[in-house]
């Protein structure tokens, strides 16, 4: 009997030698996380600084009893109120949480205490503060943490690598978060202004993964009627169930108010032929983005017969005088890789399609054309080698194009911006002005900008920076009291979210250009 009992024994005393042996929590050490992407005026719960508590173990678990912390680098602390620190645990992203203490906003040193009972691995806490609403655009929100207490011992933390510094604009709203109303991932930004002042973005939704046509992709709309500070729920136009619908491109027909939304669909751009070619579809919408037409399918219209590829970059088309629609359509004119720019239009607010067959650029890529005040189209080509812009004219209505040249005041990392017309003296404004957004960096996609030609694009004199960290495509539009709607990729946590950022001329001019209307015109 001993003999037989003798295995059991040893597995009890094991289990309770284990048992006996589990080390207790411990601290390991407090890193503190920088948060530089801006912040909105008027919101709640703005992160400051963020910080992430390491424990090791699981016995008799610590507790984070206090965190102090400073405001030191803040513009000014009247712009702000509720000071707050919420506990997300393992999830890094400032999402919802449980609140662990609040207190006032003051100069010098702060302390926020509370009782947290800390897990094994990362613990993520992020200082909060609400924006007042009538902070002034531009101000910085800044801070960072002295030191954390844990189990009642003051314990030191290990700065962040850079600095805590936000910029507060008029508006700065995250729209779409991978995992959002059921889709993976999000991107391709585009946004435009109905005539009633509603904002209208699109957008990619990324159903089951991230990457391009022919993934199961679908366009949805989001609109806001308070100039971009609340949002209605996602609206989908265009599902082909396990097929795509990508890059949204938006323009708004000045007679009638309709707007187009234009994009790719089905198949993917390298896997383009002639008998199986990548979709050119338009949907429509008559009461500013509310409801929109099936979508109609133009792909023979725009396409060279023999070509591989065509499809028209996302953000904004362009809207002539004359009230041709036009755009820049990126073109694989053989079984190669290589990209060509070609330009498409529509004289009937977008019934039909057409091309225009002189090539605009060899070795393009996405592309924008304006309309500038003397008639001439400029074509706006993202770009490679060198790494800035390519720039191309027409001075007859695109039917043929001088010789492409780089715009080297533009930094460009290969990717798709944006180019619209601000204001024009052809329409009574005081100076005709050109806006163009750009992730702009040689070689990396970061570092989102906002530039402003007074010269029609000859130069670019004029900028500023919304996020100086990872970024990808953007989309401008002009809003009804004339400040900057931009609505944009951030890289924050993935690639990507989609934010909207909303800015006047006044900032990004520092103060040496206001917007003022033409004698007449109402907002």
Same mark, same amino acid.
């Given at each position: 009997?001993?003999?037989?009992?003798?295995?059991?024994?040893?597995?009890?005393?094991?289990?309770?030698?284990?048992?006996?042996?589990?080390?207790?929590?411990?601290?390991?050490?407090?890193?503190?996380?920088?948060?530089?992407?801006?912040?909105?005026? +008027?919101?709640?719960?703005?992160?400051?600084?963020?910080?992430?508590?390491?424990?090791?173990?699981?016995?008799?678990?610590?507790?984070?009893?206090?965190?102090?912390?400073?405001?030191?680098?803040?513009?000014?602390?009247?712009?702000?109120?509720?000071? +707050?620190?919420?506990?997300?645990?393992?999830?890094?992203?400032?999402?919802?949480?449980?609140?662990?203490?609040?207190?006032?906003?003051?100069?010098?040193?702060?302390?926020?205490?509370?009782?947290?009972?800390?897990?094994?691995?990362?613990?993520?806490?992020?200082?909060?503060?609400?924006?007042?609403?009538?902070?002034?655009?531009?101000?910085?929100?800044?801070?960072?943490?002295?030191?954390?207490?844990?189990?009642?011992?003051?314990?030191?933390?290990?700065?962040?690598?850079?600095?805590?510094?936000?910029?507060?604009?008029?508006?700065?709203?995250?729209?779409?978060?991978?995992?959002?109303?059921?889709?993976?991932?999000?991107?391709?930004?585009?946004?435009?202004?109905?005539?009633?002042?509603?904002?209208?973005?699109?957008?990619?939704?990324?159903?089951?993964?991230?990457?391009?046509?022919?993934?199961?992709?679908?366009?949805?709309?989001?609109?806001?009627?308070?100039?971009?500070?609340?949002?209605?729920?996602?609206?989908?136009?265009?599902?082909?169930?396990?097929?795509?619908?990508?890059?949204?491109?938006?323009?708004?027909?000045?007679?009638?108010?309709?707007?187009?939304?234009?994009?790719?669909?089905?198949?993917?751009?390298?896997?383009?032929?002639?008998?199986?070619?990548?979709?050119?579809?338009?949907?429509?919408?008559?009461?500013?983005?509310?409801?929109?037409?099936?979508?109609?399918?133009?792909?023979?219209?725009?396409?060279?017969?023999?070509?591989?590829?065509?499809?028209?970059?996302?953000?904004?088309?362009?809207?002539?005088?004359?009230?041709?629609?036009?755009?820049?359509?990126?073109?694989?004119?053989?079984?190669?890789?290589?990209?060509?720019?070609?330009?498409?239009?529509?004289?009937?607010?977008?019934?039909?399609?057409?091309?225009?067959?002189?090539?605009?650029?060899?070795?393009?890529?996405?592309?924008?054309?304006?309309?500038?005040?003397?008639?001439?189209?400029?074509?706006?080509?993202?770009?490679?080698?060198?790494?800035?812009?390519?720039?191309?004219?027409?001075?007859?209505?695109?039917?043929?194009?001088?010789?492409?040249?780089?715009?080297?005041?533009?930094?460009?990392?290969?990717?798709?911006?944006?180019?619209?017309?601000?204001?024009?003296?052809?329409?009574?404004?005081?100076?005709?002005?050109?806006?163009?957004?750009?992730?702009?960096?040689?070689?990396?996609?970061?570092?989102?900008?906002?530039?402003?030609?007074?010269?029609?694009?000859?130069?670019?004199?004029?900028?500023?920076?919304?996020?100086?960290?990872?970024?990808?495509?953007?989309?401008?539009?002009?809003?009804?009291?004339?400040?900057?709607?931009?609505?944009?990729?951030?890289?924050?946590?993935?690639?990507?979210?989609?934010?909207?950022?909303?800015?006047?001329?006044?900032?990004?001019?520092? +103060?040496?250009?206001?917007?003022?209307?033409?004698?007449?015109?109402?907002?």
């Amino acid at each position: 009997m001993k003999t037989k009992s003798l295995p059991a024994l040893l597995i009890v005393l094991c289990i309770l030698k284990g048992a006996v042996a589990q080390p207790d929590m411990m601290f390991k050490q407090c890193n503190v996380i920088a948060v530089t992407i801006p912040a909105g005026r +008027g919101e709640p719960a703005e992160r400051v600084v963020s910080l992430n508590v390491q424990t090791q173990d699981t016995a008799n678990p610590v507790s984070l009893n206090s965190v102090t912390f400073n405001l030191t680098g803040t513009t000014d602390l009247n712009d702000l109120d509720s000071l +707050g620190i919420w506990y997300t645990g393992a999830n890094p992203r400032p999402v919802g949480g449980t609140l662990f203490g609040t207190g006032p906003v003051m100069p010098g040193s702060i302390t926020i205490a509370g009782n947290c009972l800390l897990s094994d691995g990362n613990n993520y806490f992020r200082i909060t503060v609400k924006i007042l609403p009538g902070a002034p655009e531009g101000h910085f929100l800044q801070g960072n943490v002295d030191s954390v207490k844990v189990d009642g011992q003051v314990c030191q933390v290990i700065p962040a690598t850079a600095v805590s510094k936000r910029l507060i604009m008029l508006e700065h709203k995250l729209l779409y978060s991978g995992g959002d109303y059921g889709s993976v991932n999000y991107r391709i930004p585009a946004i435009i202004t109905a005539d009633d002042g509603t904002l209208v973005t699109a957008a990619d939704a990324r159903i089951e993964r991230a990457g391009d046509l022919p993934n199961n992709i679908d366009i949805r709309i989001r609109r806001s009627a308070d100039m971009g500070h609340t949002w209605s729920e996602p609206l989908t136009i265009a599902d082909f169930g396990s097929y795509g619908a990508s890059d949204p491109a938006l323009v708004k027909d000045r007679s009638t108010g309709s707007l187009l939304c234009m994009f790719a669909s089905h198949q993917g751009l390298m896997a383009s032929t002639p008998a199986n070619p990548i979709r050119f579809q338009v949907c429509r919408s008559a009461d500013n983005g509310l409801t929109w037409s099936p979508p109609v399918e133009h792909t023979p219209e725009i396409y060279v017969p023999g070509w591989y590829a065509a499809w028209l970059a996302s953000g904004n088309a362009h809207q002539q005088r004359d009230g041709r629609i036009i755009g820049a359509v990126g073109v694989r004119k053989s079984s190669g890789t290589t990209i060509d720019n070609f330009m498409i239009y529509s004289d009937d607010v977008g019934l039909t399609w057409h091309y225009k067959p002189d090539e605009a650029s060899p070795a393009g890529d996405e592309a924008k054309i304006v309309e500038l005040d003397k008639g001439s189209l400029m074509m706006n080509i993202r770009n490679k080698t060198p790494d800035c812009r390519k720039i191309v004219v027409s001075k007859d209505h695109g039917d043929t194009w001088g010789t492409p040249y780089f715009q080297y005041d533009l930094p460009d990392p290969a990717v798709n911006g944006d180019f619209i017309r601000y204001t024009s003296i052809l329409d009574g404004y005081d100076k005709s002005r050109l806006l163009f957004s750009l992730a702009s960096h040689p070689i990396l996609r970061k570092n989102l900008t906002v530039f402003l030609s007074y010269d029609e694009g000859q130069s670019w004199g004029v900028s500023k920076v919304i996020n100086p960290d990872a970024s990808g495509y953007s989309s401008l539009t002009i809003l009804s009291d004339g400040t900057i709607g931009c609505f944009y990729e951030n890289g924050e946590f993935e690639e990507y979210q989609l934010y909207f950022a909303r800015f006047s001329l006044e900032w990004l001019t520092d +103060g040496n250009d206001t917007f003022t209307f033409p004698a007449g015109m109402k907002e």
